[in-house]
């Protein structure tokens, strides 16, 4: 999985629902003498002014990356009132700064921008929104808020976070609980966000020690090979958090090859694989914590809400915010059907 460096922001509900239910019109029951935050224009459904938005992200080289696109795309076709343009996305930084200086030259109404690097991106942010096209900044963060209008993204911290708790919750009542950790790619900031709140999550929990981790690089051989490591080198240990459902299927393989199910296995994005295997409940992956990409879907409500000049529905302000940080939900046997539909490939 690339790098998806999280802004501790507003939090606004669940994964599930923060694609479809963002973006709600006003009730029509509202009294000409209540207060006017109360009669704001808000986004809905119902057809308005024509925006078009720009869409660029970096290449769809893995199952998440691919599924935020998708997002977009169908995202967008709901709106009879919206037009994509889409790049074909890039994780060069010279060649997808030259995508979005072309949607800025065709002079989009709004532009969602997902860079393949943060940093080396946030010059054609400012470019973009100094030629008065604001900017839907999603996940990997600009060096500055001025090259952005808003941002939206996920929490990494929050996804260890809530591993760490399912796992001390699942092993609160044993002693000496054992847990190990397979990590991403270590020189990604996300990464050790990620560990941090995981480790911070198990320091509730004396009964438990981190007795191994290792780094694997968000692929499924990566996982494999990695997880056969930590298998061969802890032949003892009660849970495992795996960082993402992707490097995840190499480490369902390596543990199935040798013999293991004598542990609890928690995984992180929210993979349709993964949802699939939690609701068969057959093998030791029990739960997973999202990284949700309907934010895809949700920057294009945004961005469609930037355009026509309204606000989000249900909140008494008449602007959009300025960031919205998605919340990382933890994903088990009771409530996989819920979010089956958002499962990434």
Known sequence: MPEFTSRRGLLFGTAAVGAGALLVGCTSNESKDEPAANNQPA???????????????????????????????????????????????????????????????????????????????????????????????LDRIFNTPQAYRSWI???????????GHYIGEKLKDKSDAKVIELAGLDNLE?????????????????????????????TVESGQSKMAQLLQAQSKFDALWNHDDDQGVGALR??????RDDFLMVGGAGALSAFQAIKKDDGVLKATVLYPPTMAASAIDLARALGQGKGVGGMAEFE???????????VNKENVDQYMSTGFK
């Open 43 to 137: 986004a809905d459904d119902k057809p308005g002014k024509q925006v078009t938005i720009g869409f660029a992200g970096p290449q769809a080289d893995h199952g998440w990356l691919n599924a935020i696109n998708d997002n977009a795309k169908s995202r967008a076709k709901k709106y009879s009132d919206v037009t994509l343009e889409i790049t074909e996305g890039s994780n060069d930084t010279a060649q997808q700064i030259g995508q979005i200086e072309t949607l800025i030259n065709k002079k989009v109404d709004v532009l969602v921008i997902l860079p393949a690097d943060g940093k080396a991106l946030t010059q054609v942010g400012l470019k973009a929104m100094r030629a008065g096209i604001p900017v839907i900044n």
């Open 153 to 163: 993204g996920g929490d990494n911290y929050g996804m260890g976070l809530n591993a």
């Open 190 to 218: 996300l990464t050790k966000q990620r560990t941090q709140g995981f480790d911070d999550a198990l320091k509730n929990y004396p009964n438990i020690r981190k007795v191994a981790r290792q780094a694997a690089e968000f």
């Open 254 to 259: 390596a543990i199935e090859q040798a013999g």
């Open 320 to 330: 959009i915010p300025a960031s919205l940080t998605l919340y990382s939900a933890v």
